[in-house]
């Protein structure tokens, strides 16, 4: 027998309802491409920050334009958005550290399903605790997910 949550369960019990698990494709050798994407997009982002005007006001998160104009897109735009060279440098060094073995761990598809997944998380939980009129932006939600 072995112990469980629920009392104890047989061995064979066990290893049939593991059967249906599916395991993630886990490639520990693998480059971690996604990880290297993400980085890419949020520098790419920022730089059109800085050359496009207009575009940060477009997309950053604003409690006021999601609820009033239906402008959900901005709880996901606004994780790819950075205010300044230390934010946008301390966030990719975080994603830099902590990406390439999480994704190798997790598999390309659940690593890019988690970190799209913080960031709208990152994202609704700064929706609902700053006050309406307030623009916030920035990965952190993505990366602290990730942790």
């Known amino acids: 027998m072995r112990s469980a949550a629920v ?4 061995p064979n019990c066990v290893d049939e309802g593991a059967k249906s ?5 886990r490639n520990l ?3 971690p491409v996604v ?18 005007p207009g575009l940060e006001r477009a ?6 334009g999601v609820v009033a104009y239906d ?11 950075h205010d300044g060279p230390t934010h946008i440098l301390f966030n990719m060094w ?11 761990w997790l598999g390309r598809t659940r690593f890019v399903a988690l970190y799209l997944l913080s960031a709208l998380g990152g994202s609704v939980v700064v929706f609902l605790l700053t006050p309406i009129n307030v623009p916030t932006l920035g990965a952190s939600g993505a ?5």
Not at 7 to 10: F, I, L, P, R, T
Request: hydrophobic letters at 60%; glycine letters at 6%.
């Open 21 to 25: 698990v599916r395991k993630p494709k």
């Open 7 to 10: 009392g104890h369960q047989c």
């Open 94 to 104: 975080a994603l830099w550290v902590i990406g390439p073995p999480l994704e190798r």
């Open 71 to 81: 402008e959900y897109y901005r709880l996901l735009t606004s994780a790819f958005l």
């Open 29 to 31: 050798g693998a480059m």
């Open 59 to 64: 997309l950053f998160l604003w409690p006021a």
């Open 143 to 147: 990366i602290f997910g990730l942790f």
């Open 35 to 52: 990880t290297y994407a993400l980085v890419a997009a949020n520098v790419v982002m920022f730089v059109l920050q800085m050359v496009v």
